[in-house]
């Protein structure tokens, strides 16, 4: 094993649960590949929340220019690694950087396209890079992909409204907030917390459109993949249901037993519904280079 996968693997095990699940589901390339992926964005994501001496800026002149010959630091060298591998285009890890700007910059997010267009940036940028670690090229499906990731943000989002706004960060569009002549501060006050759901409602409705097309991807992957991502999604779903139903702004978590539940279901699902309809990968799996190194 390199240092750079016992990097990896060190990163993984460093109380991360985000790979646990498709660890059992991804071949052992795959997973390899994932890793390396999850190496970079998080440590992206620590440089920007000040754990490095790193700017947004500084880390995308380290990714515009790790094609060059020059050393790169562990993370560098992993998604050079995995980009140069799998052909993975070049403006994915740079939309990223500009959706971790948004983050840190506090931008406040004006209409819900704009919000979408965040999720995107923070969210499908990582699932479209996946997609080609597990060799999904095909538009349909990328497209399909970036919008299921977009539904998955969305998701998380709307569950941590609150926490987020205690935060000073506001996910709100400008535009939901002057419908009721509110500022983002208020919402945590206690007699506007009707308006607060309904706001909430209104981004879990927009997921779960986001959901009907972005659930098509499942046909494209490979059986093990697709199985692993259905899952996800109607976990996720099911989430969304809850915070439809609870009767006050709270974070909602999912026991055990609806986990098992849902896993359970989504199985046979899978199998009935997706797995009859699955296109030949060996259709799907030709494509160009789309980056170059030196």
């Known amino acids: 094993m390199s240092i750079l996968e016992e990097q990896t693997l060190k990163i993984l095990n460093d109380g991360t649960k985000e790979y646990t699940l498709p660890s059992y589901f991804l071949s052992e ?38 094609t060059a010959h020059s050393p790169l630091s562990p ?3 992993a998604l050079k690694q995995v980009m140069q ?8 890890p740079l939309e990223f950087l500009e959706g971790l ?26 699932g479209l890079m996946m997609a080609h ?4 090229t095909n538009e349909v499906a990328l497209k399909s992909i970036r919008d299921l990731a977009i539904a998955i943000e969305l998701i998380s989002i709307a569950n941590n409204i609150k ?3 205690r935060h000073g960060q506001c996910y709100i569009p400008l535009e939901a907030l002057g419908q009721f ?39 494209y992957f490979p059986v093990r993949s697709g199985l692993m991502i259905y899952i996800l999604a109607n976990l996720e779903k099911e989430t969304g249901q809850m915070i439809f139903r609870q009767p006050e702004v709270t974070p909602v978590k999912l026991s055990f037993f609806k986990k098992f539940y849902i896993v ?15 296109i030949n990968q060996n259709q799907i799996n030709k494509f160009t280079k789309t980056m170059k190194f030196d």
């Open 29 to 66: 390339e795959s997973m390899l590949g994932a890793s390396y992926i999850h190496y970079w964005t998080r440590y992206c994501d620590e440089a920007v929340n000040g754990r490095y001496n790193e700017t947004v800026q500084s880390l995308k002149i380290k990714t515009q220019t790790m």
């Open 75 to 77: 993370p560098f060298e």
């Open 85 to 92: 591998k799998y052909y993975i285009p070049f403006h994915y």
């Open 101 to 126: 700007g948004m983050k840190m910059n506090r931008v406040r997010i004006k209409t819900y396209k704009e919000l979408d267009l965040y999720c995107y940036r923070v969210a499908s940028t990582r």
């Open 133 to 136: 670690v597990m060799g999904i």
């Open 163 to 165: 926490s987020d706004l």
């Open 181 to 219: 002549e509110m500022k983002s501060e208020d919402l945590l006050k206690r007699q506007y917390e009707k308006i607060l759901f309904f706001m909430i409602f209104q981004i879990v409705k927009r997921a779960n459109s986001y959901f009907v097309s972005g659930i098509d991807c499942i046909e």
């Open 264 to 278: 359970t279901k989504s199985f046979f699902e899978y199998f009935y519904r997706y797995f009859p309809k699955r």
